[in-house]
């Protein structure tokens, strides 16, 4: 018993040693945080801070640096589309008058076409569509030779004077009567025609040039027919100044295919005759037909400069 008891006060004895020795501890300090520790976290704690943020709030812009301006773009304007628009009639462009065209219609082919055609549109009347033409009594070169010989020296002094030239025919292997030579001209919208011809006569004293235009007797041709007439002086006056010859003059037919159908000014030049031995080795002188082609060349010249 008293073992026990003894047992007892020193284990009460111990307790008091522990419970005296725990009162004498201090607490242990808690360490604050520096002001650098405090700096240094910053950052983390506001970037959680953004994360955990409601999407609807906004951050606040930061301002950054103005970039260096680049070079502004030079803008390339846009090509509108053309609007669709109806195809317009062909016409022949408005240009000076010197720049008008003229029509050379070199007379005949080589093998004449003898089917009738209605000599003009007021008329019932019909002639062959066109001929061979005549031959030299002397030289006995065809008409339709001489006419394109004539006619390409003449397209050639036109040409240098500026003036817009155009033929019918340029070889002789062709098939194109009088009013398809007419038609051809009214559809080019040529400011004058000149058909080239050289004449024969049952006399061979007969001789000198001359030049025919369209009767105004004729109503479809009346529209044209001032004009023509005043063409014709003038290329009557161009013959005579190149030639030395005074001519036969002036002549209006209303018997011609080639006028009858024509809808613009037409004149045509007989260069002389070719039953006439001496004329008709003179228009096969290659200086004679340079003279011939001056005076036309000349003639249309004043013409389409002074309309």
Known sequence: MCYKRMRILAAIICLVGVLAGCGDKQPVPVALPTTEAVQSA????????????????QAAPTPSPSPT????????????????????????????????????????????????????PDTRETKAKVSSGTVGVKTKKPEYVLNLEVSLLLKAELTKRGIHVTMTRETHDVDISNKQRADMANEAGAALVVRIHADGDASASTKGFSVLYPSA???AVKPIAADSKQAAGFLLTGLQQATGQKGRG?????????????????ALVEIGFMTNPEEDELMSEAAYQQKLAMGIADGIEQFVNGK
């Open 42 to 57: 910053s950052p983390q704690v506001t970037a959680a801070q953004a994360t955990a943020a409601p999407s609807e709030v």
């Open 250 to 266: 002036l002549s209006a037919r209303d018997d011609l295919s080639g006028f009858n159908w024509s809808k613009v000014p037409v």
């Open 69 to 120: 301006a680049a070079p502004t773009p030079v803008a390339t304007p846009e090509t509108e589309p053309t609007p669709t628009k109806k195809a317009a009639p062909t016409t022949l462009p408005s240009v000076p008058k010197s720049n008008k065209l003229v029509m050379i219609d070199p007379g005949h082919q080589k093998v004449g076409n003898n089917a009738p055609e209605q000599v003009g």
């Open 217 to 219: 007797a004729q109503p």
